[in-house]
């Protein structure tokens, strides 16, 4: 066979280079066969050639061998998208690193250490993680003749970095899923080094081995085993300040660097129960692709050695739900609330569900920025296995779940079961109360008074799109939800006003008088004048249904 490629599998297998490696999942190790190396390079070379992925039954004709597939992928070879039953795939890193054809693979890494230098280089010269790019920005204007290939190779990098920490976040794919078409830019890609990148990603998942030829015999030493280190704890690393309770998963202390290297304090959380294990490497996983200044920071995970811990900074603040919200006013409530939103369509993004938002999950920081964490209940969209293990789990705050979740009806995770639960904790953050279900315009849970203004009333239609039993009825993603708050904040921010005679509309020209319903005009119009300084606001309407009509 020439040679042997042992793949190192991690749980998820996705992550664990540079600075945000982790190594809390035990290592295995296997040779690759010639006809999974086969299926490797047929994914890779159609992929490269044709910016398409190759369908089940193309493998199958090429391998012959359905086991072998079903190995390539679990081994994250290759990547399964979301069309099944009719699974079609597309190479990863890997692919590309043990696919056989040499050419492919010095492209590859060609294309990524160019995109990340001009990552970079965009990072550092915009210095902003929170805005939209488009893969043409990273296309140098110096030679114009070369943009079509250069677009070529921009392209088939970005599909590629996709999966490398720290990079960026937020990434849009075309809707063959086979490019990229949008991403954010994280800020620890400034700590990447682009010569270096490929081969760190795969050292993380892999080691190679070049097996002996047949006519060279030779004899290996006698390896004796390493003595397992004893696991320490705390970690010698960590001073332990006080505890912070615990939770579903683990214990949380507050800690502080022992070497003195920085006087931050921290949060470290060990695992307490084995059997969620699998989540808590969920948690890591998604806090470890994250990079989003609204989501918890992770510092550091433990290694294979050691009692599954990780450490991430630590929220000066409480958290929502202890906090003293009622001095505040609320634009300055919907703009907490936004920081929320933005978080979670980062999140979502990057194919991850919180599921688990409650106010008790949602810190503050010592400046007053909002950060999301405990993505314990976590579930990435991009792994199938993970998927299929957990669509039907009633999992959540009791109070903030979405119903078709609680009961157990979904077949297929969605983001909107985030958006009920967004619904809910702006409800808490307004009024400072749980909503049991959804009756928020019912009664004394009704946060409207007949003198609270328009303003309220425009908060209502964000309840509208989100707390409602039916899915299909709510926002479809975060970033819809984000774009309908932002309107809202306007309008609040304008002192628009809201077309219901029931509410109190204060004058546009003087503030101070209100508008009381004058009479005269036609049948197909309405007259307001201002208590105070008489302007008059006139409106016209069709001959039924016009909005003063209602009650």
């Known amino acids: ?193 682009p010569s270096s990148v490929w081969d760190e990603y795969i050292r993380a998942h892999s080691t190679i081995e070049v097996a002996p030829k047949p006519e060279a015999a030779i004899v290996k030493p006698v390896q004796i085993p390493a003595p397992k280190r004893a696991q320490e704890w705390p970690p010698v690393r960590w001073k332990i300040l006080e505890s912070l309770g615990e939770g579903g998963q683990g214990w949380t202390y507050k800690v502080r660097r022992r070497d003195g290297s920085d006087r931050d304090l921290y949060v470290l959380k060990r695992l307490k129960n084995k059997e969620r294990l699998p989540r808590f490497r969920n948690e890591i996983a998604a806090l470890t692709k994250l990079q989003h200044r609204g989501i918890l920071r992770i510092v550091e995970t433990s290694d294979e050695l050691e009692s599954p811990f990780f450490v991430a900074e630590y929220c000066d603040g409480s958290d929502l739900g202890k906090a003293n919200l009622l001095t505040l006013d609320l634009l300055t409530k919907l703009r907490m609330f936004r ?131 039916r899915p299909e009825d709510r926002y479809q993603s975060a970033a819809d939800l984000l774009y309908a708050l932002d309107t809202v904040i306007e309008r609040v921010q304008l002192k628009a006003h809201i077309l219901q005679p029931s509410v109190r509309q204060h004058c546009l020209f003087c503030v101070i008088g209100e508008y009381r319903r004058a009479t005269g005009g036609s049948g197909y119009e309405m007259m307001y004048v201002c208590s105070n300084c008489g302007n008059i606001q006139k409106f016209t309407g069709a001959p039924s249904g016009s909005w003063w009509e209602q009650k």
């Open 1 to 193: 066979m020439g040679w042997r490629a042992e793949v190192r599998v991690q749980e998820p297998p996705s992550e664990g280079s540079g600075a945000h490696a982790f190594h809390a999942c035990p290592k295995m190790t296997m040779p690759l066969t010639d006809i999974e190396r086969e299926i490797s390079k047929s994914v890779v070379q159609h992929f490269y050639v044709q910016r398409e992925s190759v369908s089940h039954e193309q493998l199958l004709r090429t391998s012959k061998n359905p086991t072998a597939i079903i190995k390539v992928k679990n081994l994250n070879l290759i990547s399964a998208l979301s069309n099944i039953p009719q699974p079609r795939y597309v190479p990863t890193i890997l692919a590309f690193q043990y696919s056989g054809d040499d050419t492919l693979l010095r492209e590859a890494k060609k294309s990524v250490e160019i995109v990340i230098e001009r990552l970079k280089s965009l990072f550092e010269s915009n210095f902003d993680s929170s805005r939209d790019h488009h893969p043409a920005a990273l296309v140098s204007e110096d030679d114009p003749m070369n943009s079509d290939q250069e677009l070529k190779m921009i392209a088939l990098g970005l599909f590629l970095a996709k999966d490398i920490p720290g990079v960026f976040f937020g990434v849009q794919l075309s809707d063959q899923k086979t490019q990229v078409a949008s991403f954010r830019i994280s800020e620890h890609i400034l700590t990447q080094e």
């Open 339 to 469: 920081q929320v939103c933005d978080a979670v369509a980062a999140a979502h993004g990057a194919h991850i569900l919180h599921r688990d938002l409650k106010p008790q999950n949602i810190f503050l920081r010592k400046d007053g920025s909002i950060v999301v964490g405990d993505f314990g209940l976590c579930i990435d969209l991009q792994d199938i296995k993970d998927r299929a293990t957990q669509t039907l789990e009633a999992v959540g705050a009791e109070r903030y779940i979405a119903p078709e979740v609680e009961k157990g009806r979904v077949s297929e995770p969605q983001p909107t079961s985030d958006l009920y639960s967004l619904g809910k904790v702006l409800y808490f953050i307004l009024s400072g109360r749980t909503l049991i279900r959804e009756e928020y315009g019912v009664g004394e849970d009704d946060i409207r008074t007949r003198d609270a203004g328009p303003n309220m009333h425009f908060v209502y239609e964000l309840f509208d799109k989100t707390i409602t039993e």
